[in-house]
C-alpha cells in the first residue's frame, strides 16, 4: 500500500483556544499538506487577506454556492455563513496531501459523514473557561459583547467534545504543538476503506 493517498485533518475550538498559534508552530513539520481556505459572509477583520484568511464574499454569492453544490460543507457560525469549498479538497487529496481544515463542531459532524475513513478530527481547547476568558480579553481584538458571546459558544461547544478523536488542551504552548505534531503524521497515515480493500486483493496472492 505504497500508492499516494490524501487524508483530512480536521481542527476545531473556541477561537481564543490557540489553534493558528499551534498551527504555525508545527507547519513545517507536517510535509505535504494543504490548509482549506473556508469561504465566509463574515466581515472581513484588521489584519486579514482575502484569499489568504478566507474567500469572503456576501451572502447572495454564498447562497448561489449552496445552491450550486459547491460546498463539501457550510454552518452558520457566530451569526455568519463559513463553508469549505469541495473543488480545492478534491485536488488536494488526489495529490496525497494532508487536507487540513480549521471548522466548526457542525463542520466537523459533515466531513465525517461524507469522508469519515480518511478523516482525523482533533479538539482543540484552553485549559478552562476563565483562561479562555482571559485569552481573549488579552488580545484586545473583541468587545465584551462578543468576548461573552464567544465563551457562551465555546461552553457549548465542549459539550461536543466526545465526537473527536482527539483533544489537545492547548495550555503550554510547546506541549501542544508536539502533541499535534505526533497527531497530523498519524492523520496522514490514515488509509481509505478503498486502499485497504485493493490492499486485501493483492495480497491475497495465492489461490487456495
Ligand atoms: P472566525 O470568524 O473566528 O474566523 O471563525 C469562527 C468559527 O467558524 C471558528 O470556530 C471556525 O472554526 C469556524 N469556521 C471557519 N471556517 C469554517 C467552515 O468553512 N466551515 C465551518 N463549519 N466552520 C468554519
Not at 465563551?151 to 461547544?157: C, P, Q, R, S, W
Request: aromatic share 8%; charged share 30%; proline share 2%.
Amino acid at each position: 500500500m505504497n500508492h499516494k493517498h490524501g487524508a483530512i485533518l480536521v481542527l476545531s475550538g473556541p477561537s481564543g483556544a490557540g489553534k493558528s498559534s499551534i498551527i504555525n508552530e508545527i507547519i513545517y513539520d507536517i510535509g505535504d499538506c494543504y490548509f482549506s481556505i473556508s469561504t465566509t459572509t463574515r466581515p472581513i477583520r484588521e489584519g486579514e487577506t482575502d484569499g489568504i484568511h478566507y474567500h469572503f464574499v456576501d451572502e447572495e454569492e454564498f447562497q448561489r454556492d449552496i445552491e450550486e453544490d459547491l460546498f463539501l460543507e457550510y454552518a452558520f457560525v457566530h451569526g455568519n455563513y463559513y463553508g469549505t469549498s469541495i473543488k480545492p479538497v478534491r485536488k488536494a487529496l488526489r495529490e496525497g496531501k494532508l487536507v487540513v481544515f480549521d471548522i466548526d463542531v457542525q463542520g466537523n459532524t459533515v466531513v465525517n459523514t461524507r469522508l469519515g475513513d480518511i478523516t482525523t478530527s482533533v479538539f482543540i481547547s484552553p485549559p478552562t473557561l476563565s483562561e479562555l476568558k482571559r485569552r481573549l480579553e488579552k488580545r484586545q481584538t473583541d468587545s465584551q459583547e462578543v468576548i461573552e458571546r464567544r465563551v457562551k459558544m465555546a461552553k457549548k461547544e465542549i459539550q461536543r467534545i466526545t465526537e473527536y478523536d482527539y483533544i489537545v488542551v492547548n495550555d503550554k504552548l510547546d506541549d501542544a504543538a508536539n502533541t499535534l505534531r505526533l497527531i497530523a503524521k498519524a492523520a496522514r497515515l490514515k488509509v481509505s476503506h478503498t486502499d485497504i480493500n485493493e490492499f486485501v486483493q493483492e495480497w491475497e496472492d495465492i489461490e487456495q
